[in-house]
């Protein structure tokens, strides 16, 4: 993914007002990679910032999604989780320990039928198993 130096410069290119709430969610999503719930950002930021509500949370990432700057991973039906690396890749879920491993792949790797002359601008690729860790 690409390399962010300054995180409110960011948000400013991308036109989003660089409040410390929005920063430190970014900040969070960006060196963490760990594809958070909204439940788990709160979590992690209210002791840094107590007045930080989860509606607020949500909404900060709601914005984030239509800027393009972050993406929804939709691995589980009731769970929505956020990643700020945009490029395409694929999420593997591990159905012991719940971790989401980031994995490659080339949209050349997948064979698609019946798609002929369609612009193709998003490719979500979800598996779920168990991991390397887990299985020993
Ligand atoms: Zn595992
Ligand atoms: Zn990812």
């Known amino acids: ?26 900040e969070y999503l960006y060196t963490k990679r760990n594809h958070p719930t909204v439940e788990s950002i709160h979590k992690e930021l209210i002791d840094e910032i107590p007045t930080l509500s989860k509606t607020t949370v949500y909404n900060t990432l709601k914005q984030f999604v239509e800027k393009g700057i972050i993406q929804i991973i939709n691995i589980e039906d009731n769970e929505t989780r956020y990643d700020a690396d945009t490029s ?38 979800y ?7 887990c299985k020993n």
């Open 1 to 26: 993914m690409i390399e962010i130096k300054n995180i409110g410069e960011y948000l400013k290119v991308n036109k989003i007002m660089p409040s410390v709430q929005r920063v430190k969610i970014f």
């Open 88 to 125: 395409t890749h694929g999420h593997f879920k591990c159905i012991k320990c719940g971790i989401v491993y980031d994995f490659l792949f080339d949209n050349s790797d997948i064979k698609i039928n019946g798609l002929d002359n369609f612009d193709i601008h998003q490719t979500h690729l």
């Open 127 to 133: 598996i779920k198993g168990i991991c390397k860790n």
